[in-house]
Structure formats: structure tokens, C-alpha cells
């Protein structure tokens, strides 16, 4: 009979696959002590103060053999007695924590993909935590030495993970385990490493400043070697190629289509492109999800996966560009490379992409247009596409029901074939009414398996009576009646949060946004999303984000609860309020956005780096719930979401996101402070993106009004973008004149912060229309004010600027000293981008000094850094700059 002993979550064994009784916890107790020392000795003094502690009871032995003599009963094991002591005599692959152990130590010689294969294998085996239903002094050390071991474990597959490239993916968890062990270096290591994976190095430089104060002000120390190593391969640029794993998983109950995927083995052998068409809730995404994962070995240099949303009940279907988008950062593409044009950003999707043996996914597409611009071209990339609708395509398969005896298979995997084979009649029955549809049959068995009481028959008989329409136009496909069954099954709480969910615009939603959508406590909104998910109504993701099929959400949306529309205003101020708290931790130093005071607590990340994350996880839902706040006439919000989203979308360069959430504002914003900003931040977007008469307009509004109404700030915002269009356009003049009329309303203001960036405006203004007295007087007072507030980043402007007018004045020895100053805070901030342009700016007083050899080696390194970002047109003039500077 097999012996299989659990240490690695709650102590237990299994003889021949069935559950053996332990009996009481300390007898439990006995089992671990021995098995942890499987097939050797254990003392009795041992052996009794690990069950007993150090102060036995007097009868301790007597007790101890009775456990034994139990024990060798209930797992049929011979338990050795010698002179020195116990020892259970059973193979170690028999313990858990043995097999563990031996996978652990396979997995160190092993190169980084076999190393994560076995490791993950190894942590499959953790079923929580270690030693769980025995207690006293041993246990508690024991507990804290395996815990340690599957630390370590995990952290060695994150190693191995990263060696593959998976930074991107594994950046959530990353960052989270890096919150919750703030001082673990080797963690802090893995962060970095993970955030230039996923083309961040400026917060990976930033994160690394952040630990190192941390460690000194905590501990006194200096980042050690490994955290140091990780630094200064960020500083020197090292390249790190980026190998995406976006798939979901795979399927775990998948059955039959054997036809189905021997035609795709087939078609993707031969063409670049296959499509999978067939009804909503065929399976189409579980048959691309387990073909993928079967062939991974065909894609080493990656998989991409995205949801087209085609057919979302509440949203419009993607834009290509924004799934071109989430792929270049995955792919390793610098944010400073990716340009500004939609047509550009696909030519750069479709250069990194063909150069790679890879698979793209695409699943729920609505029609052709939307995969089109997707396809990267080459002979070695494969493109996968699911649909509802047949699309045009040299390979494409048409997705049916599951037959009677698949759509039997799998639901003998989801319930077992026990269940299935005690009631034929009924299982028969059953299968038909699902229509051979595999989500009904999931969600079927779930039924079955999370209503014990529940017969076949009965579940059969509730789908035959309920008889409700078809929501596909297949009419063999009557998913409507399995899911009024399961909702029907449902506690009152758990329908009222089901239906609720079908309200909530966007295609996931996370905890405490589920949270405020229901009106309930955040443990009571797992509680009932965890049911909901065991029901197969919701699947839940990382990061506990919930998401329902397009079809249980249409259903859900149907039904009905009372205050629909109240808990869509609670969901919208969650995001508002959370938004507003993360905007904080991104910009502090901007006027803070007025709130009410907050209804509830706001959960919010610790740092810059957790609520920039933030931002990116809500990005597509963020500007769902804009949509639906101006659904319903709800324009203070709309105007606020757009407000507390714009720092987030100036650092991350999503300028088409803040041009349509600003665009929503303004024609929601009816107060005339509310006209300004819209119009400005529409201005400056339009000026951003190249379409300069348009952002003329804009600004020039925004500046009308702010004059009508009279106030400082106002006043003074739009003067100084004014003066930034006008200075892109390169009629300095005009800029000037701008830059020059924001200061009094900067200073009227008292913000500091503004009134010095107003100074370094005019300076530099100043310096490009020949005024250098002037610019030498502004950028000054500049550079007090920033080194007063402690800004390095502002510093590092001003300093630049001044030292750009100390070149023109001829004074190129301290010219050179302020742009190198300014290079090191920059570099100190991660900037690499203006890190760039003043090495640019550096060459030109050692020229004029005659310091060819220092000039040539500067513009080297600047020609280096505009490479890696795709600053083409700079690297030319720059390459222009090389060939004047000649010989040394």
C-alpha cells in the first residue's frame, strides 16, 4: 500500500489514496517528529520533548508507545524500536518535505529554465502552513525553519524566473514581497531587476536610493555586494533582453478536441496565422490556452497574450494601438523609444516582433481591422486569434459543442467518475440540457461539487423547468439556464454582490473596489467574490482581480437588486478617493486636488514605485468608470478622475489616455475653474502629440478664462504652457513673453515649488533669445528656491539651464562644472533622458575650449543613451556634432 505523509501544510497521511486517522494532535505530533527524521533513529529524550516539551509528564513513555503502537496500525508501517530510540521505517520519497528537500537540491545544478520547472514542483508540494494542527516548542521552531526553506526556494525561482526574462510578470509579486521585507536585500535585488525588465530603470534607480536610506537609517549599514552589483549594472545600461510569458494558465480540466488540435498543429506548422471562431462560451480561449502551453517549447523567446474584448458587454472592443502598447514594455522596449505616432508604435511592434521565434494570442477579437495591425509578419512569430466571428484567414477553425461523450469527460473531471456513474440517467440528462457548452458544464459542476445534498437529478430537473432564452444565437446554447440555476442556489448576499458585478464597468475589478461597489467590509467582499468564484461565476486573477465571462455578465446585469445605481457611485468615489491618495505619493508637490473627507478608509501602496503599479493595474478599468460617471451626469467625478490621473499619465507617456479622459472632463466641466484646466491639460496634450493649431486653441481658451475669472494659479498655468508650446514650436520670442507674465501669478500663489520652476522658465526663454543677464538672474533664484525645497530633480533643470547660459556668456570652464553637476543629479534621479541631452549640451564648451578628445567622449556617451531610447533625429545631429569635433 503507498504511504504518503503531509508536513508541508496540515500533518496528515494518505495509505493506499484514502485518509488515515491520526487520532489526537499529539499523536499527530508523534508522526511528525518521526517523519521529519524518515528512515532514521530519533532518541526517546528527543523524541518525548518534541511532542511533550523539555517537562514531560510522568507517564510520557507509557503514552508514547500507546501513540506508536496506533500509529503503526493506522498506517500499516513498521515504526523500528532499538535501544537508542524510534525510527519510521518507510521510503523518504514517502514525506513530503523529503521530496521537497531532494527537488531543491536537483534544482541547483540545473540552468535557469529546468531550475524554475523543478522548483515550481517543489512549491506545489507547500499546501500551507508547515506542521498545521501541531503545536508546543518544537513545532513552533520547526515551523519557522521550513518556512525559511520554502522562502528560500521561492526566491531562488524568482531568480531563475528573472534569468528567463519574466520580470515584467513577476513585478506584482515582486514589488509586494519587496513592501512586505523592506530591509531583505536579495529581495530589494530581484525588485531592480525586475523593473528594468520591464523597461522602468529610472523607478529601479529610484527604489535602489529608497532601500539604501532605509538600511543606514535602520540598520546602520551600506547596500551590500549583491545589491550594489544590481546597481551599477542599471547605471551602465547593461542590456537586459526582455522574454515575455503572458499566458494565462493552463486549462487544468481540458478534454477532448483532439481534431480540433491536431488541425492547429497542423495549420501552424505551415502559415503564420490561425484562428479559432466558434459561440461565446465554446472554449475557444481554453483550446488556444492548452495548444499554447503544449508548443511553449516551439516559442523560446516568448509568449504575448492579450483580450481584444470584442464582444464586452459594457465596453467598446480594444484599439490595436493600446494592445501595442502593453506589449513594447514586455518585449524590453524603453518607454523613451516607443513613438509618438500610432503608426510608428506598430512598425516598432512589428521590427521587435518578427526578429523572434514567438507566439501571439489573441484572444476574443471582434472582426479583422482589430488583429490586422497585431500581426508582426516573419516567417518565425505565430499568431493564434479567437473569435465569435469567422475572420478571414489562410487556417481557421470552426469551434463546435463538446460531443456527448467530451462534454461527459469533462464533467467526470470537474465532480468525479463516482458521482458521474451513480446516476447515469440523470448525468445523461444533465449534459444534454448544457447543450455540450463547456462553460455551462463548468459551472454545472461547481454546482455539484459545492452542494454536496445535491443530486444529479435535482440539478437536472431545476435547468429543465427554468427554460429561460438563449443569450447566444445559437439556440442549442441556453447558458442562461444553467446560470439562473446557480444564481437561484446562491446565499442572498452573495446574489446581491453577483448582480451587482455585472454592473461594474471594465473587464476585471480588484478587492476594495468589489468592496465599495457592494457596500461591504473588505473581508466580507472575499468572503462572497471566493464563493461566487467556486460557483464558476467569477474567476479571480492576481492580485485578487475579479473577472466575469462577457455572457455572466450581460446575466448578471439583468438581475434584479436594489440600489444598482448607488453602488455604481460608490464605486466611482472608491476610484476617485484611491486615485487621489496615489497621485499623492507620484507628485506631492503639486496643489493638492480637494476631497470631501473619505466615507471609508483608502488602501493605498506605501511608496511612488506600489501606487504607479497601482495605476497600471487600473489603467483600462480607470477609464471605464470615467465613461460611466458621465453615463450618468456624474461630471464632478469625471472631471477628478482626469485630474488625479494626470501625473500617472505624464510619467508613463499614456498621452492618448489623458487626451480622452481630458476630453471627457471638458465636456463635463461647466464651472469656469474646472473650463481652465480642461482646457489647458487638452492644450498641452495636443501640443504633445503634434497638433499645435488645435493645442493653440485649447490654450488660448484656458487662458481667456483664467483672465475672466481672475485668479492666480489659473492665470499663471496658462501662461506658462503657453510659453512651452510656443518654445516647442521654437518661436522663443513668444515664450518668452509667456514665461515672463506667469511669474507674478506663480507668486501670487505661494507655492514654491511653481514659482521656482517659473524662475527656470524664464531662464531658459531668456537664454534662447540672447538675454543672458537675465537668464543668469532667473536661473539663480531658480536653483535657491529648488535646493530650499530639496528637489534634486528640479535642481538638476536649473543647474542645466544655468549652465547652458554661462556657455553663451563664454564662460565655458564653469559651464562644463554645472552641466556636470546636473548630470550627476540626474543620474542620481534615474533620469536618463535628461541625462542624455545635457551630455549633449556638455560637448559644447569643451569644443569651444579646444577639448576635442573630452567633447568627442561625451558625445559618444549621449549617442549611446539617444540610441537605446529611439531619439533617432538627435542621434543623427549628435553623430553631425562627432564629425566637427575631428581629431584631438
Not at 542 to 552: N, P, Q, S, T
Not at 579 to 606: K, Q
Amino acid at each position: 500500500m503507498t504511504l504518503e505523509i503531509a508536513l508541508l501544510g496540515e500533518v496528515g497521511a494518505r495509505v493506499g489514496g484514502r485518509p488515515a486517522d491520526l487520532g489526537p494532535a499529539r499523536q499527530r505530533t508523534v508522526l511528525a517528529a518521526l517523519a521529519i527524521d524518515v528512515g532514521r533513529v530519533v532518541a526517546v529524550d528527543r523524541l518525548t520533548e518534541r511532542v511533550w516539551g523539555a517537562d514531560p509528564p510522568a507517564r510520557s513513555r507509557a503514552t508514547l508507545h500507546s501513540y506508536l503502537s496506533r500509529l503503526r496500525h493506522a498506517l500499516g508501517v513498521t515504526l523500528t524500536a532499538t535501544p537508542a530510540g524510534y525510527a519510521l521505517e518507510a521510503e523518504e520519497s514517502s514525506v513530503d518535505l523529503m521530496r521537497f528537500r531532494k527537488l531543491r537540491g536537483e534544482a541547483e545544478a540545473l540552468d535557469d529554465d529546468a531550475k524554475a520547472r523543478v522548483l515550481t514542483e517543489a512549491l506545489g508540494l507547500w499546501h500551507g502552513e508547515p506542521l498545521t494542527g501541531v503545536a508546543g516548542d518544537w513545532a513552533d521552531l520547526t515551523r519557522d525553519l521550513l518556512v525559511r526553506e520554502r522562502t528560500e526556494a521561492e526566491l531562488a525561482l524568482v531568480d531563475a524566473r528573472l534569468g528567463l526574462g519574466r520580470g515584467p510578470e513577476l513585478l506584482a509579486a515582486i514589488a509586494a514581497r519587496a513592501a512586505r521585507f523592506p530591509l531583505d536585500e536579495r529581495v530589494a535585488a530581484q525588485h531592480l531587476r525586475a523593473l528594468a525588465q520591464a523597461g522602468r530603470v529610472p523607478e529601479a534607480l529610484e527604489e535602489f536610493r529608497a532601500v539604501r536610506a532605509r538600511l543606514k537609517a535602520e540598520l546602520g549599514t551600506e547596500p551590500g555586494a549583491l545589491l550594489r552589483d544590481q546597481h551599477e549594472k542599471l547605471l551602465i545600461g547593461e542590456p537586459l533582453q526582455a522574454v515575455p510569458r503572458q499566458l494565462p494558465s493552463a486549462p487544468a480540466k481540458f478534454v477532448g478536441r483532439d481534431h480540433d488540435l491536431t488541425e492547429l498543429d497542423d495549420a501552424l506548422r505551415d502559415t503564420a496565422v490561425a484562428t479559432i471562431a466558434g459561440a461565446g462560451g465554446m472554449g475557444k480561449t481554453w483550446l488556444a490556452l492548452h495548444w499554447a502551453h503544449r508548443n511553449l517549447h516551439r516559442f523560446p523567446d516568448g509568449q504575448l497574450f492579450v483580450d481584444l474584448r470584442g464582444f464586452s458587454p459594457d465596453e467598446t472592443p480594444m484599439d490595436p494601438d493600446v494592445a501595442i502598447r502593453g506589449f513594447l514594455p514586455a518585449l524590453g522596449v524603453d518607454a523613451n523609444r516607443v513613438p509618438s505616432g500610432r503608426d510608428a508604435r506598430a512598425a516598432l511592434f512589428r521590427d521587435v516582433a518578427t526578429r523572434r521565434r514567438m507566439l501571439l494570442v489573441i484572444d476574443n477579437a471582434a472582426d479583422a481591422a482589430q488583429v490586422a495591425p497585431l500581426l508582426p509578419g516573419g516567417t518565425t512569430c505565430r499568431v493564434l486569434v479567437t473569435s465569435r466571428h469567422r475572420l478571414p484567414s489562410p487556417s481557421a477553425i470552426g469551434l463546435d459543442v463538446l460531443t456527448d461523450h467530451e462534454a461527459g469527460a469533462l464533467l467526470a473531471g470537474l465532480i468525479g467518475t463516482t458521482r458521474l456513474s451513480a446516476e447515469p440517467l440523470a448525468a445523461t440528462r444533465l449534459i444534454d440540457l448544457c447543450g455540450g457548452l463547456p462553460l455551462a458544464l463548468s459551472i454545472a459542476g461547481a454546482r455539484v461539487l459545492t452542494e454536496p445534498g445535491l443530486a444529479l437529478a435535482d440539478l437536472a430537473r431545476q435547468l429543465d423547468e427554468l427554460r429561460l432564452a438563449a443569450l447566444d444565437a445559437d439556440p442549442r446554447v441556453s447558458v442562461p439556464v444553467v446560470l439562473s440555476g446557480s444564481y437561484r442556489a446562491l446565499p442572498e448576499r452573495q446574489k446581491a454582490v453577483f448582480a451587482l458585478l455585472g454592473s461594474a464597468p471594465g473587464e476585471d475589478v480588484d478587492l476594495h473596489a468589489a468592496a465599495g461597489l457592494t457596500g461591504l467590509s473588505t473581508a466580507d467582499a472575499q468572503e462572497a467574490l471566493t464563493s461566487l468564484a467556486q460557483a464558476s461565476l467569477v474567476s479571480i486573477g492576481g492580485g485578487f482581480r475579479v473577472r466575469m465571462h462577457d455572457l455572466v455578465r450581460t446575466y448578471a446585469a439583468e438581475q434584479a437588486v436594489d440600489g444598482r445605481e448607488e453602488a455604481l457611485r460608490r464605486l466611482v468615489d472608491h476610484h476617485v478617493r484611491t486615485a487621489h491618495a496615489h497621485d499623492r505619493l507620484i507628485d506631492p508637490y503639486r496643489p493638492m486636488i480637494a476631497l470631501s473627507t473619505p466615507a471609508a478608509e483608502v488602501v493605498t501602496a506605501v511608496d511612488k514605485a506600489g501606487a504607479l503599479a497601482w495605476f497600471d493595474a487600473e489603467r483600462d478599468t480607470r477609464r471605464a468608470v470615467q465613461r460611466a460617471a458621465a453615463l450618468h451626469g456624474w461630471n464632478d467625478e469625471v472631471i477628478l478622475l482626469a485630474r488625479v490621473s494626470h501625473a500617472y499619465h505624464q510619467l508613463r507617456g499614456h498621452l492618448d489616455d489623458e487626451l480622452v479622459m481630458w476630453q471627457a472632463a471638458l465636456e463635463a466641466a461647466r464651472d469656469p475653474a474646472d473650463l481652465i484646466i480642461a482646457h489647458r491639460i487638452v492644450g498641452s496634450t495636443l501640443g504633445q502629440v503634434g497638433r499645435f493649431d488645435e493645442a493653440l486653441h485649447h490654450l488660448s481658451e484656458s487662458a481667456a478664462v483664467a483672465e475672466r475669472v481672475g485668479e492666480a494659479l489659473p492665470i499663471a498655468d496658462a501662461h506658462g504652457t503657453l510659453a512651452w508650446l510656443w518654445a516647442s514650436r521654437d518661436e522663443h520670442a513668444r515664450a518668452f513673453e509667456h514665461a515672463k507674465a506667469a511669474l507674478p501669478h506663480y507668486e501670487k500663489s505661494g507655492n514654491q515649488m511653481l514659482i521656482a520652476m517659473a524662475h527656470n522658465n524664464i531662464a531658459h526663454c531668456a537664454a534662447e533669445v540672447g538675454d543672458t543677464e537675465q537668464g543668469r538672474l532667473s536661473s539663480t533664484k531658480a536653483l535657491d528656491l529648488l535646493r530650499d525645497l530639496k528637489d534634486r530633480h528640479g535642481e538638476a533643470t536649473a543647474v542645466d539651464t544655468l549652465a547652458r547660459i554661462e556657455h553663451q556668456c563664454g564662460d565655458h570652464e564653469t559651464a562644463i562644472a554645472h552641466y556636470e553637476h546636473a548630470l550627476e543629479l540626474f543620474q542620481e534621479e534615474g533620469d536618463d533622458y535628461s541625462t542624455a541631452n545635457t551630455l549633449i549640451n556638455l560637448g559644447e564648451p569643451h569644443l569651444a575650449l579646444g577639448h576635442r578628445d573630452q567633447a568627442a567622449d561625451v558625445w559618444r556617451r549621449a549617442l549611446a543613451m539617444l540610441e537605446r531610447q529611439g531619439r533617432e533625429d538627435e542621434a543623427a545631429r549628435v553623430r553631425d556634432r562627432l564629425g566637427s569635433a575631428g581629431p584631438g
